[in-house]
């Protein structure tokens, strides 16, 4: 009887226990981590392709090149340079490299905040508790048994009503911390979620600028008449082929909306902060928030830097 | 401004740059067009595209409203991180009573069996 009393909170709170947004937050979570790998591996691939279109540039130019100061340097630890010595020569780190390293806080702060709130749904201390109680009620009541007595019974009702209530108190405490985080942190999930969204898109805007210089070198003798002429069929192919590829490439990043990412990102989180406003529990709209923005955030991640990254191509 | 007011302003000034680059690659298709100067045109304008979209980035993260977000999510997420630290603390603390009272029943069990 004092157990099935014990269980009426336990069962009313289990509604809203955190635990039941383990999944939504894991997805949460997961999304979070796909676009900072994204805009991780969008900037890398930005800065080697700038790099080798800067090699393909001097290259075809001859540039004149130099060494800078630190390679003589032998006791100075700065590291030693190849120098462009041209005066029109390409800039070394561009306006969108800069503004991108720049935003590095904000998917650290995003990542951080991710990971803490699996931390606080984490369902493994629940799990393990739940057994606890159940091998201790176990325990006690094989006393029963050996002592014949009308004793044990009641000591493990009693043992198995603490463990429940101590499952109840710690799935309270969990729960209060989720809300008033969730909510406090509701807004500026938002703001950040935007910066997100417009990071990508400028990552995604960059790689396609870049594109389109190899492109444009790839279609210029297709294009032109007179080098038409001269091409071969075999040397023909070969440049089809190549300009198919990066066009592939150009369609394989414009098939994703960064823009649509963030907001989805910011909408998961909403859903999120008013399913436990509420307290009704987990709820459809949490659901597919979450699915929602993590298949959004696996579209970024695979247009912007694929995991078999085929995006890395010599400009030359 | 706003940060809608902000990417309101960037995407107006890049889509007008965007029809520019546009009738550009209409020309360069036409038979006796200087592919190579039109290219390089387009290059430009377009390099003028990603740096508008990269100086909105640097506004926007200039911004009280991302720099009070920054800040103020740092903070959620070291306080979640300290209370599920604790709960979890609590959580072991408390398997581990159940288990030596599991034990100490245990013992009692076999003890009775020998009286």
């Known amino acids: 009887m004092i157990r099935l009393l014990a269980l009426l909170p336990l069962a009313f709170l289990a509604a809203c226990s955190p635990y039941v947004y383990d999944g939504e937050i894991g997805k949460f979570s997961a999304g979070v981590d796909l676009v900072t790998d994204a805009y991780k591996g969008g900037v890398d691939d930005i800065r ?174 297709l294009r032109d008449e007179k080098k038409l002429a001269s091409l071969s069929p075999d040397d023909y192919r070969a440049d089809l082929m190549a300009t198919q590829a990066l066009v592939d490439e150009v369609n394989r990043i414009k098939a994703s909306d960064p823009i649509a990412a963030g907001n989805v990102l910011a909408a998961s989180h909403h859903a999120l902060a008013e399913a436990v406003r509420s307290d009704k529990g987990q709820s459809m709209a949490v659901f597919q928030a979450a699915t929602g923005f993590l298949q959004a955030a696996g579209k970024v991640k695979a247009a912007i830097h694929p995991d078999t990254a085929n995006g890395q191509k010599d400009p030359s | 401004m706003t940060l809608d007011d902000i990417d309101k302003a960037a995407t107006q000034a890049v889509q007008d740059l965007k029809s520019a680059i546009d009738k550009l690659s209409d020309l360069e298709n036409q038979p006796g067009a200087d592919g190579a100067a039109i290219d390089a045109r387009i290059a430009q304008l377009q390099q003028a595209q990603v740096t508008i979209r990269a100086k909105e980035v640097t506004t926007l993260l200039d911004t009280p409203e991302v720099k009070t977000a920054l800040q103020d999510l740092a903070t959620a997420s070291a306080g979640l991180t300290a209370e599920a630290a604790n709960l979890t603390s609590i959580a072991n603390a408390i398997q581990t009573a159940d288990k030596v009272i599991a034990q100490a029943a245990d013992f009692t069990k076999a003890l009775a069996v020998l009286v």
């Open chain 1, 48 to 221: 080697t392709t700038r790099m080798a279109l800067r090699t393909n540039d001097q290259v075809q130019n001859k540039a004149r090149l130099g060494l800078s100061q630190s390679c003589r340097a032998i006791e100075g630890r700065e590291e030693c340079q190849i120098l462009d010595l041209r005066s029109d020569k390409p800039k070394e780190q561009d306006d969108a490299e800069h503004a991108l390293n720049e935003v590095e806080p904000v998917f650290s702060a995003l990542h951080r905040y991710a990971e803490a709130l699996a931390a606080i749904t984490k369902a493994d201390d629940d799990k393990a508790l739940t057994q606890a109680g159940q091998e201790l009620a176990d325990s006690v009541s094989g006393l029963a048994g050996a002592a014949r007595g009308g004793g044990a019974p009641t000591v493990a009702a009693g043992a198995g009503l603490l463990a429940d209530l101590t499952e109840v108190y710690l799935d309270s405490r969990r729960l209060a911390t989720l809300k008033k985080t969730v909510l406090a942190t509701d807004h500026h999930i938002e703001v950040l979620s935007k910066i997100v969204g417009i990071t990508l898109r400028t990552i995604q805007d960059d790689r396609l600028r870049q594109l389109d210089i190899q492109l444009s070198a790839a279609i210029a003798p």
